[in-house]
């Protein structure tokens, strides 16, 4: 699938984006991949994420969470974006729980989901598009 990419000049790299679960796999991912396919990730409240490997990581992530995620603390992620560096990102919505952008709860919720989508279409942007023109 790379190839196909490469050859219609989408991109020369691809992005991983997870949530939850997902999220804390872009990191494992990543680690692994050491840049060979991915060029960005973006990670979204992710869990079960093993801080020990984000050291390996050698491609910015994104971080989008809220400040309000008992399944995913803030701390844990400043953490973990200073371990990568290479202009990794995290963004927090205050007040937002575990799984606010793609199940919101209220208007305000919906409005903060819409921002952090926002946001990680910017960031593929910025990371993936922009860098074939």
Same mark, same amino acid.
């Given at each position: 699938?790379?190839?196909?990419?490469?050859?219609? &000049?989408?991109?020369?790299? !691809? =992005?991983? $984006?997870?949530?939850?679960?997902?999220?804390? %796999?872009? *990191?494992?991912?990543?680690? @692994?991949?050491?840049?060979?396919?991915?060029?960005?990730?973006?990670?979204?409240?992710?869990?079960?994420?093993?801080?020990?490997?984000?050291?390996?990581?050698?491609?910015?992530?994104?971080?989008?969470? &809220?400040?309000?995620?008992? !399944? =995913?603390? $803030?701390?844990?992620?400043?953490?973990?974006? %200073?371990? *990568?560096?290479?202009?990794? @990102?995290?963004?927090?919505?205050?007040?937002?729980?575990?799984?606010?952008?793609?199940?919101?709860?209220?208007?305000?919720?919906?409005?903060?989901?819409?921002?952090?989508?926002?946001?990680?279409?910017?960031?593929?942007?910025?990371? !993936?598009?922009?860098?074939?023109?």
């Amino acid at each position: 699938m790379v190839d196909e990419f490469l050859a219609i &000049g989408i991109s020369k790299k !691809l =992005c991983l $984006v997870g949530f939850c679960f997902g999220g804390g %796999k872009v *990191i494992d991912v990543l680690a @692994r991949d050491q840049g060979a396919y991915f060029g960005i990730g973006v990670s979204f409240y992710g869990t079960r994420i093993d801080p020990s490997v984000a050291s390996d990581i050698k491609v910015p992530v994104l971080f989008i969470s &809220g400040d309000n995620d008992p !399944l =995913c603390p $803030v701390n844990v992620l400043e953490n973990i974006e %200073k371990s *990568i560096g290479r202009g990794s @990102r995290l963004v927090t919505f205050k007040g937002r729980g575990h799984g606010f952008a793609h199940r919101p709860q209220s208007a305000e919720e919906d409005e903060d989901a819409e921002k952090a989508f926002m946001i990680m279409r910017n960031w593929l942007n910025d990371g !993936l598009v922009a860098l074939t023109k």
